[in-house]
């Protein structure tokens, strides 16, 4: 009898790390755009191309509708906050980091093995900016012009491609940011 006790105990315990989360919501973020443009959930940092764990690396990020909505900050959308600090954009489900194609603006944003290159630091300024580091002028916008709807979510969800592109003041509802944890 006490075998079976201990065995339920122990599965038990088994079953509910499976269920934890990878990382306490408190050592996670999203890059959430300050300004909602037309989407009333906001638009945050995402892998482009899936949802969650299936997410393909090899599409890059996208700016495409919070899912903080749903109560939880997905992996595919989820930044390690003590690296952002540093100016290291990292998604720890993954072990990728945020990374521009070249310091350039029109570069575009991807996804790549993390090893702390100039073409992987950003800077979330004071201001919202989000800069490459090593340029200084040129920040993550999200398109003002490109976006496509989703399928499969009620309401549709909506993503827009991202690039650097010189900062201005013209163009802050696309270009200004902020961490967002639950």
Not at 28 to 56: F, T
Not at 107 to 126: K, N, Y
Not at 150 to 156: F, K, L, N, Y
Request: proline share 3%.
């Amino acid at each position: 009898m006490k075998k079976s006790v201990w065995t339920s105990v122990f599965a038990a315990a088994a079953l509910a790390c499976s269920l934890a989360p990878v990382h306490a919501a408190s050592d996670v973020a999203e890059v959430r755009l300050v300004d909602n443009i037309d989407e009333s959930r906001g638009y945050c940092l995402d892998i482009a191309g899936g949802r969650g764990e299936n997410a393909p690396l090899d599409r890059g990020l996208q700016a495409h509708t919070c899912y903080d909505y749903s109560g939880e900050l997905l992996v595919d959308q989820s930044f390690d906050v003590a690296l952002l600090e540093q100016g290291t954009f990292k998604i720890p489900y993954f072990d990728v980091c945020m990374a521009a194609t070249a310091l350039d603006a029109g570069a575009s944003i991807e996804l790549a093995a993390c090893d702390g290159s100039e073409l992987q630091q950003f800077m979330l300024q004071d201001n919202g900016n989000l800069v490459a580091t090593a340029v200084g002028d040129l920040c993550i916008t999200t398109s003002a012009t490109e976006k496509k709807e989703g399928r499969g979510a009620t309401p549709v969800h909506v993503m827009r491609p991202l690039s650097l592109q010189p900062c201005s003041d013209e163009n802050s509802a696309y270009q200004v940011w902020m961490l967002f944890t639950l």
